[in-house]
C-alpha cells in the first residue's frame, strides 16, 4: 500500500473544501495539500444548477480557484479514517498521512425507497447534465419537494418550456420557512405561472411506465410523467467520522475553531455542526455562504491561526421574477413581522423568537444583507413596529 505525507488533507472539492486550501495558503504559504474528491468533476459551484444554468444567466459552470500548488485528486472516495495514526485510506488503497485534516464531505440527497431508473436524486452536476439531457422543450417533469431546491428547480424547469408538476406535502412553497401568507401565495404564484402545484400531497412510491415514470401518492392517486426529480434535503456525510469516533449529532460537531472532537481534524460546511455564537445554539447550515466562510477559517485555523468562526452566514433564492436573501433562523413556526411595500413581492419578514430577532427575509429587497447582520439577536421592539434596515427610517 501506498503511503503519501501531506501537511494538509483535505477529503472533499465543494466550495468548502476549496476555500480551506485557499485559507491555508493564506496563512502559510507553500503548505503542502492535497484535496480527495469523490466526483469526477473538477470543483465546481453548485448554485448555478437550479439557477442560472437554467436560463443562460450562468452559461457554463463555474470553477472556484484551487491556489497554485494545491494537489486535487478526482474520483477519490475516502473510506476510511484513523485518527490515532493520522491517516485516510481511499478508495483506490492509497493512504494519506496528514498533519492536519479537514472533512468537507458536504451531504447526500435524501432519496425515495426503490426508486424507478427514471428518478433523480438531484445534487450534483452530473445530476444536472442528466435532467437536461432526458428532458426537452415540453416535457412533463414531476419534481418532489416545495422547499428551496424544489421550488427553484421546478421555476427553472418551467421558465425552460417543461410541463412541470410539483408535489409537496405542505399546503405552500418554503412552508418550513416562509410565513404561511407567503408561503400560500407562492403557490397560487407558480400555479398561475403554469407550474401544477399540488399540495397536501405526500408521495408513497414511484414507478417505471414505458419511456417515464409513475408517481403515486396517498389516496391512491398516480401522476404520469417522462421524469421524476427528486429535492427532499440532504443526509450530512458523517459515515467516515463516525466509523472514526469522532463526535456526530446531525452532523460532525465542532467547536469555535471548527476543529472536531481530534484536535487535529477539523470539519466545514454542509456537515459541520457549529456552535452559532449569536443564538448559543448548535447548529448546521447548508448554504453556499456558510460552506465558502466556513471553508476558509477552517484552513486558516489547520495553518495555526486560531481564530474563532462568528460568519452569520447567508443565503438567497431565485423564484421566476422573484429573489431574496436572508440571514439567521429562519423558521415558520416562530412569530414573524411583514412589512410589504407589495404585498409579497416586496418588503422584509421579521422572524421572533425568546424577545429577540432570530431571522430576516429580505423579499426583492437587495443591498441590506450587512445591516440585516447587525440586527441578529437585537431585542425585539413590541407589537409591529420594525428596525430600520434601509437607514432612511423604513425596515
Do not use: C
Amino acid at each position: 500500500m501506498t503511503v503519501h505525507q501531506v501537511d494538509h488533507l483535505i477529503v472533499g472539492a465543494g466550495l468548502a473544501g476549496v476555500e480551506a486550501a485557499v485559507g491555508i495558503a493564506e496563512v502559510a504559504p507553500g503548505a503542502q495539500v492535497t484535496l480527495l474528491s469523490a466526483e469526477s468533476e473538477i470543483p465546481y459551484d453548485r448554485p448555478p444548477l437550479s439557477k442560472g444554468l437554467w436560463t443562460g444567466a450562468v452559461p457554463e459552470p463555474t470553477h472556484p480557484e484551487l491556489p497554485l500548488g494545491a494537489t486535487l485528486l478526482q474520483g477519490r472516495r475516502a473510506v476510511h479514517l484513523d485518527p490515532a495514526g493520522r491517516r485516510v485510506t481511499d478508495d483506490a488503497g492509497e493512504s494519506w498521512q496528514y498533519g492536519r485534516l479537514l472533512l468537507a464531505t458536504g451531504g447526500e440527497p435524501r432519496r425515495l425507497a426503490d426508486p424507478a431508473e427514471r428518478v433523480i436524486h438531484f445534487r450534483t452536476l452530473a445530476d444536472y447534465r442528466r435532467l437536461r439531457e432526458l428532458t426537452r422543450e415540453d416535457s412533463r417533469v414531476i419534481v418532489i419537494g416545495g422547499g428551496f431546491l424544489g421550488a427553484e428547480l421546478a421555476a427553472a424547469l418551467t421558465l425552460t418550456g417543461r410541463r412541470v408538476t410539483l408535489l409537496m406535502p405542505e399546503p405552500g412553497l418554503g412552508a418550513r420557512v416562509f410565513p404561511g401568507d407567503l408561503s400560500r401565495h407562492l403557490a397560487t404564484e407558480f400555479t398561475g405561472r403554469g407550474v401544477e402545484v399540488r399540495g397536501g400531497t405526500t408521495v408513497t412510491g414511484v414507478r417505471p411506465s414505458g419511456d417515464g415514470v409513475v408517481v403515486e401518492v396517498a389516496g391512491g392517486a398516480a401522476i404520469a410523467g417522462e421524469l421524476a426529480v427528486v429535492a427532499i434535503g440532504i443526509e450530512p456525510s458523517t459515515g467516515l467520522a463516525s466509523r472514526a469516533g469522532l463526535r456526530v449529532e446531525d452532523g460532525i460537531v465542532v467547536g469555535r475553531d471548527l476543529a472536531t472532537s481530534d484536535a487535529r481534524v477539523y470539519a466545514a460546511g454542509d456537515v459541520a455542526r457549529f456552535p452559532d455564537a449569536a443564538r448559543g445554539v448548535m447548529r448546521r447550515v447548508e448554504h453556499e455562504d456558510h460552506a465558502r466562510h466556513s471553508g476558509r477559517q477552517a484552513g486558516r485555523n489547520m495553518a495555526g491561526a486560531g481564530e474563532p468562526y462568528g460568519h452569520r452566514p447567508m443565503f438567497y433564492g431565485d423564484l421566476f421574477d422573484l429573489g431574496y436573501e436572508a440571514v439567521g433562523d429562519l423558521d415558520s413556526r416562530s412569530r414573524t413581522v411583514a412589512a410589504w411595500r407589495t404585498p409579497f413581492r416586496e418588503g422584509v419578514v421579521f422572524y421572533i423568537g425568546d424577545g429577540v430577532i432570530r431571522g430576516i427575509l429580505l423579499w426583492n429587497t437587495w443591498n441590506r444583507v450587512d445591516r440585516a447582520r447587525d440586527l441578529l439577536g437585537a431585542p425585539a421592539p413590541p407589537g409591529s413596529a420594525l428596525p430600520d434596515l434601509a437607514g432612511d427610517g423604513t425596515p
